[in-house]
């Protein structure tokens, strides 16, 4: 027999006596395979394979606008914010006082390996809450919106400016837009990104106009031609819904189908 879980255990080709297991969800569907791994702090975890029909979403009307950021995590074009976490940093004073007991144990002593779990324990926990909360939002942002546009960004570019790196980690974009990319095509959604290049901060929502000067200080600012008070992320997230809807619009011809993406809240 293969891989199988009966009565709490789990039972894999060369475990065929079986193991206690504590189950994370319900198995469903046929087991294909599964991958055992151990973590720094001596956990051991099996991530398992099963084949599955995915049903789609019913189709809704709601569309909306993402722009990331450091402060608020995301700002959606239907103004809500979501704040940062920032597990790590809630957390940092703790890690540097691990790292400090670990660096005063004796090499390949019992209480250095013990130091080194306790340092271990700590970030494990940073990362199973931050994958927790980028879980949960992706996959409610799926939930409550047929199409969701943000920004392509070049996060191995903005990563090179050194005052920004460790915060710019933190916040794992790149794994949040992953889970938005694959739960959109389980699900029948629709994700767009718009090149990285289109001036979403900079242009005016109501008028077009572009301020070349906007720097990333200023958080608010006017419209000089039409006299508009900008949020600077809130008419990010709004240009960029504007501009994903425009992309899906121009593919839509190219491919002679009808436009269906109007609209940007």
Known sequence: MGIHVKKGKLFLPKLKQGIKIKLHRPLEGRIICGTV???PTGKYFV?????????????IDTKVGIDL???DFVILSNGEKIENPKF???????LKFLHRQLSKKKKASNNRNKARKKLARKYEQVTFKKRDFLQKLSTRLINE????????????GMVKNH???????????????????????WYGRTIVQVNRFFPSS???FECGYIKNDLTLDDREWTCPECGTHHDR???????????????????????GRPSKARGAA
């Open 233 to 255: 992320d809130y008419n990010a997230a709004k240009n960029i819904l504007r501009q994903g809807l425009n992309l899906m619009n121009e593919k839509s011809r190219r491919l």
């Open 202 to 204: 900079k242009s005016c």
């Open 69 to 71: 950021g450091l402060k």
């Open 37 to 39: 791994s151990k973590t």
């Open 47 to 59: 991530s398992i394979t099963v084949e599955k029909e995915i049903e789609k979403l019913p189709k």
């Open 145 to 156: 919106n047929q199409v969701i546009c943000l920004e392509d960004l070049n996060v191995k």
């Open 88 to 94: 790590k940093r809630t957390q940092l004073k703790k």
């Open 163 to 185: 005052k920004l790196a460790d915060s710019i980690h933190e916040v794992s974009w790149s794994e949040f837009v992953t889970m938005l990319k694959y739960k959109a095509e």
